[in-house]
Nanobody, 115 residues
Framework: QVQLVESGGGLVQPGGSLRLSCAGS????????MGWYRQAPGKARELVAD???????SYADSMKGRFTISRDFAKNTMYLQMNSLKPEDTAVYYC?????????WGQGTQVTVSS
């Protein structure tokens, strides 16, 4: 059973930074794509960024230049570095991994951007 565990969320002031981590219970090399999604209260879950097995990355327009997705195979962990955070970035952030026809989700980590 694949498990993904997010960490690194918290309260940060506007303009601040956070780094989220998503640790896999096993090797993450088998996942075709891994990504970060977020869901704000009353809104649909949206894609933040993703990274393919080959290392290609993509970002939602509002995150380009501020967020960076990366992974460390040795640590079986994916990261999301978030800089220049804005109040509208407040949401629960989820990591996702795709393998064959299966989609796995973490439990989410809360990010709150507020002064």
């Amino acid at each position: 059973q694949v498990q993904l565990v997010e960490s690194g969320g918290g309260l940060v002031q506007p303009g601040g930074s956070l780094r989220l981590s998503c640790a896999g219970s096993g090797s993450i090399r088998s996942f075709y794509t891994m990504g970060w999604y977020r869901q704000a209260p009353g809104k649909a879950r949206e894609l933040v960024a993703d990274i393919t097995l080959g290392g290609s990355t993509s970002y939602a327009d509002s995150m380009k230049g501020r967020f960076t997705i990366s992974r460390d195979f040795a640590k079986n962990t994916m990261y999301l570095q978030m800089n220049s955070l804005k109040p509208e970035d407040t949401a629960v952030y989820y990591c996702n991994a795709i393998y064959l026809q299966y989609s796995y989700w973490g439990q989410g980590t809360q990010v709150t951007v507020s002064s």
